[in-house]
């Protein structure tokens, strides 16, 4: 399966006849269901891929953005491999291939979606935004988990 976002037509794309292309599908349709996610390193998609204890094959293609540091930071985890997008398609498929084989990338993937199910975004979200409301300046001890909501 493949998503091309709002850039590129799917109908423009040559595709193999086992291959879907589409502009957009949601992730909680094609998660559950998935190896290996190969993707640009957005956050949404490496922090939902994660939480899936899916492995990353990351190519990001925006120096400037958050890309290149949210790779690098899943290959350091061990969760993913890293390579440009100017990357060959036997190469890209070699990759593919060994992080599809491979036990230590799916168990780091698998122990930072561990991490990433347990812990409290919504709740913390919620208390931020109560503060802001309620005109209060929030304190930065929140952030590092100090303040926690009862």
């Known amino acids: 399966m493949v998503t091309t976002g709002p850039q590129v037509d799917p109908e423009v794309l040559r595709t193999a006849p086992n291959h879907e292309v589409h502009r957009f599908v949601p992730h909680e349709q094609l998660l559950p269901g998935a190896s290996l996610v190969v993707g640009h390193g957005g956050h949404g998609t490496t ?3 994660l939480a899936h204890d899916l492995p990353l094959v ?3 293609l925006h120096p ?3 890309q290149p540091m949210v790779a690098a930071s899943v290959q350091r985890a061990g ?4 390579v440009s997008p100017r990357t060959g398609t036997e190469q890209l498929r070699t990759v593919i291939v060994e992080l599809l084989a ?3 990338h799916r168990r780091s993937a698998a122990r930072l979606g561990a ?5 409290p975004g919504a709740v ?3 208390d931020v935004i109560e503060t802001l409301l309620a005109g209060e300046r929030w ?3 929140a952030r590092t988990g100090a303040a926690t909501r009862r």
């Open 47 to 49: 922090m939902k891929a």
């Open 58 to 60: 990351l190519l990001p």
């Open 64 to 66: 400037l953005v958050d």
């Open 79 to 82: 969760a993913g491999r890293v």
């Open 102 to 104: 491979d036990g230590p």
């Open 115 to 119: 991490a990433i199910r347990t812990m």
């Open 124 to 126: 913390n979200g919620a």
């Open 139 to 141: 304190p930065a001890t």
